[in-house]
């Protein structure tokens, strides 16, 4: 029972004692480390695969169809399926491009999206390593992601292309600095980097419940860096064909396809560490193999919003997208920053118990946002067209 | 072990950078450059410094960068072109760079290095906040101001001129 109640952990450690008595120590712990590695890459494959069938599914919902239902019961082969079809089409290249930006691209996307995993917490005790930066890692190593992006943009040698990767660093850019100052909140209130720490300082109180509004602007943030609906202007299909990926088929597309899905994943795994508690929930002390459970339902259901939101937003205009990021976004996030180490300083000065101080915090957030919510409508409603039924009306009469 | 790595890393950061200046393709340049800047991340990493190191990365590699590789996309059509490296200046330059290089390697082999055996990556990165915000908060004011200069002349050159 005590090995099953840790089953993932114990399992791990049992392998690795087994493994000391025939190897040398170097050389056990360099086998234990790449089977990690793989252990990790294929977990997050086999996550690729379960979340595009899931967003098909659920977006075929709220359209009200079926979805794919083909392939095996209720359609859950198709991932294989829809894999098989990538890896046995053919590799184009264009005769023009740039062979080896082009062909480097797709395998720096993945590894930019794979990166990040070294550090994160997917349960108690169940992660590759605990650095005392993790958040300054997990947001520098986003912006290789760039980079690949930029690669592919120009590495294809086609106007659409080309155009795609501009404005993916244009977004990227935009909506890295609130991000940034978002998770500079979160770290103020833990006082610490590590994403481990991280998940042990809201062991009592849950972090969006003191910042709901830094949650939500990460959120929305987040779903801007992972080139997500109703974000997705790198690759609209009904502007720039595919954006950065138009000239790649066969395997190279699916590796953007995997790092797009393995950046949404760490978006809302990210969200959960510092906002949602990460691997804690009710129990887990008692049975530590429920976080792992806690920790993937918590990330699950901000994927599913994900999805939600590309059923029903419509996409924004780049010029839309970007004032969005630089005149509502990034004030919130400064006012927010600064409201909440305010806060904070207030409530260790004087000295109020936990409770009361949390209680602080979710004011000055609360007050926040209501300022925020009243500028924006007094700002924009000056703007906004007259609305539709307005207009009719005049026709009617 | 250590040493394997340091080489390895060395390797990779000279090789890039001697990529970026020979390269005749500026595109490749620049990528050759975030390998560089890499490249030295990692060096920050193996003298424990893990802070720096991932700083380094997040405005070299993240910003910098970037930020030229989207200036050379947006300002010149260089998908076929070979530019050339050097002007007639090279001689010039070349002497001035080996004059630094001599005066870098003088400095750091004549200088006296102390040597803390305490245990310094623990908790030095509190300390780094503090130390800027309280001892080192004017040069860090000042560091700030002159990025804002520089981001309010972007503006003026970029904004368009009134009619």
């Known amino acids: 029972m005590a090995f099953v109640s840790d089953l993932f952990v114990n399992s791990w450690n049992w392998i690795a004692v087994q493994l000391a008595r025939f190897l040398p120590p170097w050389a056990a712990e360099l086998v234990m480390m790449f089977a990690g590695v793989v252990v990790l890459i294929a977990f997050l494959l086999f996550m690729v695969m379960l979340l595009t069938l899931l967003e098909r599914k659920v977006v075929a919902r709220i359209a009200d169809r079926i979805g794919p239902n083909r392939v095996g019961p209720f359609g859950i082969l198709q991932p294989l399926a829809d894999t098989l079809k990538l890896i046995i089409k053919e590799n184009t290249e264009p005769a023009q491009a740039d062979h080896w930006v082009f062909r480097l691209a797709p395998a720096v996307a993945v590894t930019a999206a794979l990166m990040p995993y070294a550090v994160i917490p997917l349960g108690r005790g169940m992660v590759g390593t605990d650095i005392n930066v993790g958040v300054l890692y997990v947001v520098s190593i986003s912006s290789l992601t760039v980079i690949a992006i930029l690669m592919a943009g120009w590495g294809g040698c086609n106007k659409y292309s080309l155009l795609g990767g501009m404005r993916a660093v244009a977004q990227m850019f935009s909506f890295e600095v609130p991000l940034a100052l978002c998770l500079a909140s979160v770290v103020l209130l833990t006082g610490s980097l590590s994403l481990v720490s991280i998940t042990e300082a809201q062991r009592e109180l849950w972090l969006v419940l003191v910042q709901p509004v830094g949650f939500l602007l990460y959120l929305l943030c987040g779903i801007a860096e992972a080139n997500r609906s109703p974000f997705d202007i790198p690759e609209a299909e009904s502007e720039l064909v595919a954006g950065y990926h138009t000239e790649y088929s066969g395997v190279r597309f699916a590796f953007f396809f995997m790092a797009e899905y393995i950046n949404m994943f760490t978006v809302s795994a990210m969200a959960t560490i510092m906002f949602l508690g990460g691997w804690r929930g009710p129990f887990v002390d008692q049975l530590p193999v429920l976080s792992v459970v806690y920790f993937l339902l918590k990330v699950h259901f901000l994927v599913f919003l994900m999805f939600w939101f590309r059923a029903t937003f419509p996409r924004l205009r780049i010029d839309q997208l970007l004032s969005l990021s630089w005149k509502v976004l990034l004030p919130i996030a400064l006012a927010n920053l600064m409201l909440t180490a305010l806060a904070d300083k207030v409530a260790h000065r004087a000295g109020l118990s936990r409770m009361a101080s949390a209680g602080l915090l979710l004011g000055s957030n609360l007050v926040l946002a209501g300022v925020a919510i009243a500028t924006l409508y007094l700002v924009y409603e000056r703007r906004r067209a007259p609305s539709l039924s307005r207009r009719y009306e005049i026709h009617w009469h | ?163």
């Open chain 2, 1 to 163: 072990m250590l040493q394997a790595i340091f080489i390895v890393l060395s390797v990779i950061t000279l090789g890039g950078a001697v990529a970026v200046v020979t390269n005749k393709n500026v595109f490749h340049s620049a990528l050759f450059l975030v390998v560089v800047l890499v490249g030295v991340a990692g060096l920050y990493l193996l003298l424990e410094a893990p802070f720096i190191a991932m700083v380094q990365v997040l405005i070299y590699v993240g910003a910098i960068s970037t930020l030229i590789i989207f200036a050379i996309m947006l300002t010149r059509r260089l998908m076929n072109t070979h530019q050339r490296q050097r002007n007639e200046q090279w001689l010039l330059s070349a002497t001035v760079c080996l004059g630094l290089l001599l005066v870098l390697v003088v400095l750091i082999t004549q200088a006296h290095w102390p040597v803390v055996q305490a245990n310094v990556s623990e908790g030095s990165l509190p300390r780094l906040g503090q130390d800027l915000m309280e001892r080192y908060v004017l040069p860090l004011e000042v560091a700030a101001v002159l990025l804002l200069a520089a981001l309010i002349g972007a503006i003026v050159i970029a904004r368009e001129r009134m009619p």
